[in-house]
Nanobody
Framework: QVQLVESGGGLVQPGGSLRLSCAASALNFGSLTMRWYRRAPGKDREFVADISSGGSLTDYAESVKGRFAISRDNAKRVVYLQMTNLKPEDTALYYC?????????WGQGTQVTVSS
């Protein structure tokens, strides 16, 4: 059983920055790959980034490469998404995700709105 809680979303101007956090309840957090997804209104869920259990391997969607950075603190059981140079097209509900025991876990999402 894993519970994920995202936070850090908000309203930001284009070019601004936000850092999202995802707190996990899993005691085996340090063994889990963590992922960020987002869903914009009227669009399908989109992969954003993931990070390996130890934090050494990361992957990003092409649309966010060079602007977003995923990281984690296994001692705190938190995964972060540092977002810079935000664009209006980044506006979405951002979710963190992990798989454990063959089951996909999702947080409730945190809203990011990029608008002038």
């Amino acid at each position: 059983q894993v519970q994920l809680v995202e936070s850090g979303g908000g309203l930001v101007q284009p070019g601004g920055s936000l850092r999202l956090s995802c707190a996990a309840s899993a005691l085996n957090f340090g063994s889990l790959t963590m992922r960020w997804y987002r869903r914009a209104p009227g669009k399908d869920r989109e992969f954003v980034a993931d990070i390996s259990s130890g934090g050494s391997l990361t992957d990003y969607a092409e649309s966010v490469k060079g602007r977003f950075a995923i990281s984690r603190d296994n001692a705190k059981r938190v995964v972060y998404l540092q977002m810079t140079n935000l664009k209006p097209e980044d506006t979405a509900l951002y979710y963190c995700n992990t798989r454990s025991g063959g089951y996909d876990y999702w947080g409730q999402g945190t809203q990011v709105t990029v608008s002038s």
